[in-house]
């Protein structure tokens, strides 16, 4: 049955059709919205105050965006595509910790896939067959230590990346610049299915049945890496789109991991300067796991005492969990500094996103 | 007509004789040797200083080391080869700056090629068709460009490096691990001979004759990087002789690079293991000219203010050549510290050696 805004069936829902309307509304004001979110604003008064502050517009008044929610909801739940609006307890702790994260995510598939650690592996469309085998073995081996590999569903790398984590097997998520129900390239219909049917998860910030349009795919490239703890890049050429998802991972504050090549090619001059620019060259998954702390010999269940997450674990007491403002008091940090580092403790094991934006101590 | 030590031809003759039999000491004496001829001591004293600082050996003593040099000298001659001894005006500024140089170089063909900026490419003896065709389109765009290509005259790589530098056509010395007149491996003989027919040069620190022994290779190579200003490794595997010279260049100061390729055959660990701890990588010869500050736009005439190497400058006074004594009091560097510094000016063209171990302004 189709939701009205006017009479929601639960209190929630009204929480959900208005996140979702934030993130139909444009992407312009999708930094303004995060500070709102990370204050612990409510959507509707976010709404309300966003719409306030521009200038009068006939498509973005609440009521249009609030009727294209549900509208959204409604051939979501006809779909079975699930919403995770901001605030939920599976909403991705590393996504809502950049600046301009989606206050709505459409997934199909397994919704936990989204809980996990997670790397990014993307590259060329065209790649060689050098690339594909290192994306498919890599994103194998990750899978296979429990590493959630995402990645953009492109042809090429993208797609060998997703067939490796099949293959390992484990767990793969693909972000479409399109609605979670659309799929392109056409032809990858298939693996999208196989990835949404095998503890995997395809999303999209999009409101199902929009189709893909080029504005739409270096935005989707801040989810990708706003998923992941790093973004492997394996095979750009000098004008590669993956070179954005490199981008918006250095914005992010996420590790940037580069496979080195043939440097006859041209294939791996995207790359290469990135290795030259500070990325971590990658031969293997050890390699990557060893970057993120991850690997048996540098795994630690304990900060050392100089670590600067330490100050915001003491800030979670134990057995009680905390809201970004109480923990930002204690440890006289602001949110946009704690939310990474708290992701890091997530990663870390060390702590736990609790919902309703709180945090914990494991 | 060999020389004898008691009736020299020349005055020079003397003080050649006296660094060849220097050099036929102990290789264990080579750093205390340097300290010597670095604060300007003659060959002679300084031989009779070591072996007073050694417990007596009857094979070391000042007469058996002179009458092996004098064979040496007259079989040098014989056979063509000439010889380059410290404080000579052609002995190369590069090699007098690392703290163990040989006091004697045995050179085939023309000398002049020790004086020219140098860049050493080495790397896998069983090189791919990757790394022979990257080695030698490197070595020829390089010596195209007027840098002389130092390299092993080894099998794979080394040779690649040496044929495509001929191939430019440009300048490249081979530094065997053997006397210059005793090509290792043999097959290498009518390169040998194109190298030192074409302006380049062959040459080695052990008397002519001697053969190959494994223990020499190791201390070869600290010459082919000690000559050069950058060492580049192509195709090194993880335990690559070329990682060696690597070492030595580090040790040295002077830049390493590589070049990164296929991670899947193992053939590149080597230098990948270098890139990751922070070596440059090398896509083209402009990299390798940009690094070394001598591509077209990074080129300078003038230091800047704030150049460590300035006050070098200051320290040499405008029309006058100094010894590094005077350099060192006016400076207030020690000659370990100046040494380099000198060296740096003078691949930046703004000083020269003049022999004597004298410096000047150019």
Chains 1, 2 share one sequence.
Not at 12 to 31: G, I, K, M, N
Not at 88 to 117: C, F
């Amino acid at each position: 049955m189709p939701l009205s805004p006017s009479h929601p069936s639960r209190q929630s829902d009204v929480h959900q059709t208005s996140f979702v309307a934030l993130s139909l509304a444009p992407f312009r004001w999708r930094r303004r919205t995060a500070e709102y979110l990370h204050a612990g604003d409510s959507p509707e008064r976010i709404l309300d105050a966003l719409i306030a502050e521009q200038p009068p517009d006939r498509d973005i008044d609440r009521h249009t965006l609030t009727a294209r929610a549900v509208a959204a909801m409604a051939r979501a739940k006809s779909a079975g595509i699930a919403l995770v609006t901001w605030g939920d307890s599976v909403y991705p702790a590393a996504l809502s910790a950049i600046v301009d994260p989606p206050p709505a995510l459409w997934v199909r598939g397994n919704i936990a896939a989204l809980s996990g650690p997670a790397v990014a592996i993307v590259g060329s469309r065209a790649g060689s067959a050098y690339g594909l085998t290192v994306a498919e073995r890599l994103a194998a081996d990750l899978a296979a230590r429990g590493i959630v590999i995402v990645s953009g569903l492109a042809r090429g790398v993208d797609s060998a990346a997703h067939r490796g984590a099949l293959a390992a097997p484990g767990t793969t998520i693909g972000v479409l610049g399109s609605g979670a129900d659309v799929v392109y390239p056409a032809e990858h219909r298939s693996l999208a299915g196989d990835i949404a049917a095998n503890g995997g998860a395809i999303i999209s910030e999009l409101v199902p049945g929009t189709p893909p349009q080029p504005q739409f795919f270096p935005l989707r490239n801040r989810i990708i890496s706003g998923l992941s703890r790093a973004v492997l890049i394996v095979e750009a050429g000098e004008k590669s789109g993956s070179l954005i998802t490199a981008r918006c991972a250095l914005d992010q504050g996420r590790d940037v991991l580069a496979v080195p090549g043939n440097v006859l090619s041209g294939r791996n001059r995207g790359g290469h300067a990135l290795l030259r620019d500070g990325a971590k060259i990658v031969e293997s998954a050890d390699d990557i796991l060893e970057e993120l702390g991850m690997c048996a010999s540098a795994r630690s269940s304990t900060p050392a005492p100089d670590d600067p997450v330490d100050a915001v674990l003491r800030g979670l007491p134990p057995g009680e969990s905390c809201d970004l403002e109480a923990i930002s008091e204690r440890t006289g940090l602001t949110p946009a500094r704690l939310l990474p580092k708290l992701f890091d403790l997530e990663m870390r094991g060390l702590a736990k996103r609790v919902g309703g934006g709180r945090f914990a101590r494991v």
